[in-house]
């Protein structure tokens, strides 16, 4: 193992395009919004971000075909409201994805530090791969419009 550890950032925006109903993904505004830094190539930041988006994309199968059944291209023209002049379906749609590359980013690579913070242990402590699955789940049941909790009755 080298002792060489990547200290900048890439700022180079880049789109993962997807087409059609989902968004692309801006693998910059990913990287800036996780606190991602050079110690994640963009060829991992990219593999880890299609994989999401292709575990999503299947996940959210049957909400697709039923917004393209009434009409809707898009997600961002599926009638919700916004913020920041965008649908909050896109705003949760990039939570779903961002949440799950991050996690699969600290799970794949142990060394990665994702805020640089040279304090490791204490990062993941703040964003644990399951805290950021959960948090990927919540984003992803509030766009289909289910609840978060799940109820057993006995």
Not at 14 to 38: C, E, K, N, S, V
Request: include cysteine.
């Amino acid at each position: 193992m080298s002792g060489f550890i990547a200290t900048g950032t890439t700022d180079t925006a880049y789109p993962i395009a997807q087409g059609g109903f989902w968004p692309d993904i801006d693998g910059a505004h990913l990287r800036a919004a996780m606190r991602l830094t050079a110690a994640v190539t963009d060829a991992r930041l990219e593999v880890a971000t299609v994989n999401a988006m292709i575990e999503a994309n299947r996940e959210l199968a049957g909400y697709r075909l039923a917004r393209e059944a009434e009409g809707h291209a898009t997600l961002g023209d599926v009638p919700a409201n916004t913020i920041k002049d965008q649908s909050q379906l896109l705003h949760l749609y990039r939570r779903v994805i961002y949440c799950n590359t991050t996690a699969e980013l600290i799970e794949r690579y142990h060394s990665f530090d994702a805020t640089n913070s040279g304090e490791q242990k204490a990062s993941e402590e703040e964003s644990s791969p399951d805290q950021l699955r959960r948090d990927a789940r919540k984003a992803l049941r509030t766009l289909i419009g289910r609840s978060h909790a799940t109820v057993e009755s006995l």
